[in-house]
């Protein structure tokens, strides 16, 4: 299985919606986060239950649990690339509005990939 490509969503101000978010989580959530990211890209369509599952409408979840709380990252294919909307703590189901805002972002990316694509800049040593 050929590994997928994963994109992280930037809005049109030029922020990463899910790095301002992972920014101010723990670093024990942030790791767990960085490894769910990481088996999207290994597994692709094929991730299932339980690190990840279809919301609707084509927006699927990661799911990531530490100390009884229900984090979740929202993503979004486009061809072969997943691209990630955004996360969130989550307390019964995620909400509507979540679901709402990462398909706006799924049509704003379609429309224009490359002014959604979060560019990492490396650091030179």
Known sequence: MPRTTV????????????????DVQ????QDKCIVKIERLGEMGYELRRPE???LRDGIY????A???????????????????SHGLKKESE??????????????????????HTYEHEEEIS
């Not at 979840?61 to 990531?64: A, S, T």
């Not at 709380?69 to 993503?75: A, C, W």
């Open 7 to 22: 994109i992280i969503f930037m809005d049109t101000n030029g922020t990463a919606p899910l790095l301002k978010w992972l």
């Open 26 to 29: 723990s670093s024990k959530v």
């Open 52 to 54: 990840a599952d279809l």
């Open 61 to 64: 979840e990661l799911r990531v």
């Open 66 to 84: 530490h100390r009884s709380i229900q984090y979740r990252i929202l993503y979004f294919f486009c061809e072969n690339m997943a691209i990630i």
């Open 94 to 115: 995620v909400p509507d509005k979540d679901i709402e805002l990462a398909l706006k972002r799924l049509e704003m990316f379609k429309l224009n990939p490359q002014r």
